[in-house]
């Protein structure tokens, strides 16, 4: 029976290829990814919708608040072992684990992450954890996309693209916003934005609203009304969100690289849960809006009403005094970013961009409220607008995809009146931001190991080459007691190469190297065959590749640098092999077609 089903499949594969062109196939393949990854944000949010459901419900009404502190670390311990028993595999954060992936596995991911963020985000989530479902949702998208580009034999290139068009496809289901969806998938994953991309991405992307249409109908996760128009005097006011929105976005970067390396240095798993669970459930237990992905704090404060965002605080402060209202509210800016990198830290799997929607809407309400509230204005500020532009200007800060931002607002407010707001504000943070902070929380980390795929042509390609693939080890090695006699009878004679490393016998360090240049002059004088050893005509490399340091793109800089033909490779300070630039110029040629086909 599977010899069956496979010669099946092998017949399907041979008559695709004979009757439906690659391009065409992709086309196909798109509107398929775009479905899947419109299901996965389907099954994630009515997962996780059903087990906040179910936490809520009448057997713990009396009690509710009490259950705010046990809840997070539930939550937590039953993603920890769904991991650990059930997938048997570590859930990496949704977005950098795809980066990763088209970086450095070539678009190739696990199939266990095809189901891995669908059954551990609902119960990270759902039990409380201060995250969002975006991350989870494009994740799951992207391995369905990978390993159903697999299954039909698609390049790395196809892979690659259609990963980006499983974002766009998710995105666009859970936000119903297609071309905001699109625009993430070239900004986040670093896509080359052409005809042949386009089509791929617009075909997933309208795939994954659909889906989201036909399951959840007209509903929208931020449901907004532009109730106040933009008006000319207000353009300095915003200019002033997009300073505060750099200055909050570096605020909630450096948070959550601090809490990220500080749970990073904690090596137990179960320790990590412990603290990390305790610390979310106290945090969540005085602040209850920080509890989940807080989407319903947003829409209150949209809709003008903070009271209804804030009605649920431990102290019940009275609400009726305005500053009272900024003070707490300024409270879930500095906790919400506190709250989600420990629910990561402690084994949590969930995303950053619900946080960053959150706190952007929070800061935006705070400072127009501030601003009306200071008597200075003879026309008040919409507050109702601050808030929509100040998710804008924190996306932008946060995640580096000021376009995404701008895009995503607009088409939530299901029009463009806000335009000239977004762009100042989203502009004005993200060039603050990336000032101070050259990578987004998505890419940060990548970045410094040198793995991150980035809209510089060059820099990708040389970030998807393997530096593996380039060393070659037929070289003679040489010793710095043998004698001239030695190289020549031992190493000239018997290599083709014209370079030679000199090793230290006991520890196999590289000492030098001898180029045949060196002994030209000398080695047919059998005179000095005695006299004259390894170490008087060795000369230092002009430049050592250190295998597990170096990545792509600093051995092409050493290369440049030194202008030499043939560079020594370590492995652990010892002599490993050789990297020559022709070989390296021509895998950089076939991986930089491979990468534009």
Known sequence: MPHTKKSLFTRILIWRAKHISQRQFIYILSILVGFTSGLGAVVLKNLTHFIQLLLEGKLVQQFHHAFYFVYPIIGLTLTYLIMKYIIRNRVSHGIPSTLFAISKRKGIMKQFQMIGSILTAPFTVGFGGSVGLEGPTVATGAALSSNIARLFHMNQASRTLLIGAAAAGAM???FK?????????????????????LLPLL???????????FFFGSDILLPFKLEDDFVLHDVPFFILLGVVAGFTSIYFTKVYAYIHDYFDKISSP???????GIAIGIIVFFIPPLYGEGYEVIN??????????????????DLDN???VVALLVGLILFKIVASAITFGAGGVG?????TLFMGSIMGNCLAKVLNHLGILSNPVSESNFTLVGMTGLMAGVLHAPLTAIFLIAELTGGYELFIPLMITATISFAITKYFIPHSVYTMELANKGELITHNKDQAVLTLMDIESVIETNFVPLFPD??????VHNAVVKSNRNIFPVLNRETRYLEGIILLDDIRSIMFDQSLYEEIKASDVMQNPPEVIKMQTDKMTRVMQKFQDSGAWNLPVTKDDKYYGFVSKSKLLTAYRRKLISFTE
Not at 300 to 317: D, S, T
Not at 351 to 355: D, E, L, Q, S, V
Not at 482 to 487: A, E, P
């Open 322 to 324: 305005v500053w009272v």
């Open 172 to 174: 666009a289901s859970i």
């Open 270 to 276: 179960i320790r990590r849960l412990i603290i990390g």
């Open 351 to 355: 995303g950053i961009f619900a946080p």
């Open 482 to 487: 043998m004698t001239l006699g030695d190289i």
């Open 300 to 317: 209150h404060l949209v809709q003008g009403h903070p009271k209804a965002a804030l009605e649920n605080n431990f102290f019940n402060i």
């Open 177 to 197: 916003a297609p071309i905001a969806a699109i625009i993430f998938a070239v900004e986040v994953f670093s896509l080359d934005l052409t005809l042949a991309s």
């Open 203 to 213: 075909l997933a992307s309208l795939s994954g609203v659909i889906t989201s249409y």
